[in-house]
C-alpha cells in the first residue's frame, strides 16, 4: 500500500506515547525501590508476529531479550490466550535474562484476533535462591540464584492464578514487593492494551497492521543506511569493569569488530 507520511508520523509518535504511558504506569504503581527508584525495568509492544515495533525510554538492556521471550511464548501458548491473560517467565533457558528479571506479556485483541501485545520487564527485588536480592556471581549452579518460572500464565482472563501467586509468594523473602511490582505491571501492560485498542478503533486494522509493519520496514532502512557509512576496516577496543565480586582485579573486556567493504 502507499503510506501517507503525515499518518505515518501520527501512529509512529502514538506508539512512542503508548509505550512510554506503560512506563509511567510501572513507575507510578510499582511497590520496591529497585523500580520506583533505581527503574530497573522495561516496557515495549510487539506486534501479531511477537515482534518488537515500539519501546519505552528504560533500561534498553531489557529489549534485546524480547524477540527470544516471546518466542518462547508464542511457543508455548500459540492460540491459547485470550483477552486478560498475562503470561510470566524469567528462565534464561526459555527467553529470560536473570532470574530477579521476570517477564511479563499480556496479549492484545480486536475484533476477536489476537493483534500484538504488551512487555513489561520489571527486575524484582528478590526471586529466591540462596543470598537476598538473588544476585550471587559465585553461585556454580542456576538452582542456587532462585525461582525459575518457564512461561506461564499468572493471569487467566483478568484473574490472578491463586496457585501460582502463592508459590511465589512462599519462594521470595519480600512477598508483598514482588507480588505488588507483578500487579503494577500487570495495570501498567493493560494501559498499553486500552491505548491500542483506541489506536486500531480510529484506523481499522488492515491499515493498522501495514503501518505497524511500515514502523519495522523505516527501522532497518534506517540501520543499513547507518551501517552503510561505517569506515571499512578492522578495529579492537578494550575495557574493564571492576572486579566480579571473588576478588579485587579488574576484568578486562575485549571486543573486535570487522566491517566489510560495502
Same mark, same amino acid.
Given at each position: 500500500?502507499?503510506?501517507? *507520511?503525515?499518518?505515518?508520523?501520527?501512529?509512529?509518535?502514538?506508539?512512542? &506515547?503508548?509505550?512510554?504511558?506503560?512506563?509511567?504506569?510501572?513507575?507510578?504503581?510499582?511497590?520496591?525501590?529497585?523500580?520506583? $527508584?533505581?527503574? $530497573?525495568?522495561?516496557?515495549?509492544?510487539?506486534?501479531?508476529?511477537?515482534?518488537?515495533?515500539?519501546? &519505552?525510554?528504560?533500561? &534498553?538492556?531489557?529489549?534485546?531479550?524480547? *524477540?527470544?521471550?516471546? &518466542?518462547?511464548?508464542?511457543?508455548?501458548?500459540?492460540?491459547?490466550?485470550?483477552?486478560?491473560?498475562?503470561?510470566?517467565?524469567?528462565?534464561?533457558?526459555?527467553?529470560?535474562?536473570?532470574?530477579? $528479571?521476570?517477564?511479563?506479556?499480556?496479549?492484545?485483541?480486536?475484533?476477536?484476533?489476537?493483534?500484538?501485545?504488551?512487555?513489561?520487564?520489571?527486575?524484582?527485588? $528478590?526471586?529466591?535462591?540462596?543470598v537476598p536480592g538473588s544476585n550471587a556471581s559465585d553461585s556454580t549452579?542456576?538452582?542456587?540464584?532462585?525461582?525459575?518460572? *518457564?512461561?506461564?500464565?499468572?493471569?487467566?482472563? +483478568?484473574?490472578?492464578?491463586?496457585?501460582?501467586? /502463592?508459590?511465589?509468594?512462599?519462594?521470595?523473602?519480600?512477598?508483598?514487593?514482588?507480588? +505488588?511490582?507483578?500487579?503494577?505491571?500487570?495495570?501498567?501492560?493493560?494501559? +498499553?492494551?486500552?491505548?491500542?485498542?483506541? #489506536?486500531?478503533?480510529?484506523?481499522?486494522?488492515?491499515?493498522?497492521?501495514?503501518? #505497524?509493519?511500515?514502523?519495522?520496514?523505516?527501522?532497518?532502512?534506517?540501520?543499513?543506511?547507518?551501517? /552503510?557509512?561505517?569506515?571499512?576496516g578492522r578495529f579492537t577496543f578494550t575495557d574493564t569493569i571492576d572486579?566480579?565480586?571473588?576478588?579485587?582485579?579488574?576484568? *578486562?573486556?575485549?571486543?573486535?569488530?570487522?566491517?566489510?567493504?560495502?
Amino acid at each position: 500500500m502507499n503510506f501517507d *507520511p503525515i499518518t505515518f508520523a501520527v501512529i509512529k509518535n502514538a506508539m512512542d &506515547a503508548i509505550v512510554d504511558e506503560v512506563a509511567y504506569t510501572v513507575l507510578r504503581t510499582a511497590r520496591s525501590e529497585i523500580v520506583k $527508584d533505581v527503574m $530497573d525495568y522495561s516496557a515495549a509492544i510487539c506486534d501479531r508476529h511477537g515482534q518488537m515495533v515500539a519501546q &519505552a525510554k528504560t533500561i &534498553a538492556l531489557h529489549l534485546g531479550a524480547i *524477540p527470544e521471550a516471546m &518466542a518462547a511464548v508464542r511457543s508455548r501458548f500459540g492460540a491459547d490466550l485470550q483477552p486478560g491473560d498475562a503470561v510470566i517467565l524469567n528462565d534464561p533457558y526459555e527467553g529470560g535474562m536473570h532470574l530477579p $528479571d521476570i517477564f511479563m506479556f499480556v496479549p492484545f485483541f480486536h475484533g476477536g484476533s489476537l493483534e500484538g501485545g504488551c512487555v513489561v520487564i520489571c527486575h524484582h527485588t $528478590d526471586v529466591g535462591g540462596r543470598v537476598p536480592g538473588s544476585n550471587a556471581s559465585d553461585s556454580t549452579e542456576i538452582y542456587q540464584e532462585g525461582l525459575r518460572i *518457564p512461561p506461564v500464565k499468572l493471569y487467566e482472563a +483478568g484473574g490472578m492464578n491463586a496457585t501460582l501467586e /502463592r508459590l511465589v509468594a512462599i519462594n521470595v523473602r519480600v512477598p508483598e514487593r514482588v507480588l +505488588g511490582d507483578l500487579r503494577a505491571q500487570y495495570a501498567a501492560a493493560q494501559v +498499553g492494551v486500552r491505548e491500542l485498542g483506541r #489506536l486500531f478503533e480510529r484506523y481499522g486494522v488492515q491499515t493498522a497492521r501495514a503501518y #505497524l509493519t511500515e514502523l519495522l520496514d523505516y527501522a532497518e532502512r534506517l540501520t543499513r543506511e547507518e551501517i /552503510r557509512r561505517w569506515p571499512k576496516g578492522r578495529f579492537t577496543f578494550t575495557d574493564t569493569i571492576d572486579d566480579d565480586g571473588l576478588g579485587p582485579a579488574p576484568i *578486562p573486556i575485549k571486543a573486535t569488530s570487522r566491517c566489510a567493504a560495502r
